[in-house]
Nanobody
């Protein structure tokens, strides 16, 4: 089992920035690819970003590419999501995810965090 705990969500004005963190415990963190998904009210959970276990490969959803950056620190068992140039439509609950491979989907994810709310005011 892997336990994932997110933090860093909050309220921010459009154009602002936030950094989300996700701390993992349980099985060896560096064995897993890590990712972020988000879910807005009434919408399906969508892929945001993912990173390979070594950090050498990253993947981004089309709507966040060039604005968001995913990174990880295996020594701290932590994955980060730096979100810049935030837009109203980025408002959602953001979930940390762990999977065997970075090309993860909401179906393949092995472990989920409890989520952290990000609200962007227009």
């Amino acid at each position: 089992q892997v336990q994932l705990v997110e933090s860093g969500g909050g309220l921010v004005q459009a154009g602002g920035s936030l950094r989300l963190s996700c701390v993992a415990s349980g099985r060896t963190f560096s064995n897993y690819a890590m990712g972020w998904f988000r879910q807005a009210p009434g919408k399906e959970r969508e892929f945001v970003a993912a990173i390979s276990w070594s950090g050498d490969r990253t993947y981004y959803g089309r709507t966040v590419k060039d604005r968001f950056t995913i990174s990880r620190d295996n020594a701290k068992n932590t994955v980060y999501l730096q979100m810049n140039s935030l837009k109203f439509e980025d408002t959602a609950v953001y979930y940390c995810a762990a999977d065997k491979i970075p090309t993860m989907t909401r179906i393949s994810v092995l472990y989920w965090g409890q989520g952290t709310q990000v609200t962007v005011s227009s």
